[in-house]
Every structure is written in C-alpha cells, then in structure tokens.
C-alpha cells in the first residue's frame, strides 16, 4: 500500500513538472496594429534573446509575431519620430498582447486610453 502511494505521489510529481516546463516554453504572441496616418519603418520587436524585424507596418495595417514569454518585451519604429518601448514587466508565456500605435504615435497596450 505505502509503495503504491509513493510510485502514485511519484507519477503526480513528473506530470507536474513536464506540465510547467511545457507552459514556461510557450510562446507568447504580439499583436501591432498602425493606426497612425503614415508607415511605421524599421519596425523592430524583441524579447529575451529573439529580435524580429517587422520592416515597414502602413498605415491601417497589423503585423503579429510569437515571442518567447518570460522575458521583457522591446518594440522599436520610426514614424515621424524613432520610438522605443519596453515592457513594464516581463511578457507572460501563452499571453497575447496586443499593441496599436495611435494617430500621435503613443503605444496603447489592449486598447487601453
């Protein structure tokens, strides 16, 4: 009985740890949309040790990418101004995120005014 109790604690113990490791490794996906009057160039986003160049975003138009979670998310671009931002925290894995760049090229995280 105890050696089933402890090969059944054993079994729970590995499936929660394969479980966690596997949501760490999740990816996280970002979402710009440009809602501003003109292109956005040179459009960069980077999280942990992945940077992705985005180019050029027009205007209206949506770009989305997957990122590693866990890390600090960095978004560069130049509009009429080179712009930088970066996350307050790090980006949760799995978590979507979506990013608009408004008309006077400030960022809105979800829609947020």
Known sequence: MLKKLALSSAAVLIT??????WVVALPSR??????????????VVAAGSKEISLNTIGSGETRA???PGGSMLFLEFRGEHTR????AKPIVPGQSLVIYITEEEKIELNGSR
């Open 16 to 21: 929660l740890l394969l479980v966690s490791r």
């Open 30 to 43: 970002v979402t710009i949309i440009n809602r501003s009057a003109h292109s956005l160039r040179n459009v």
């Open 65 to 67: 990418v997957a990122v």
């Open 84 to 87: 930088r931002w970066m996350s």
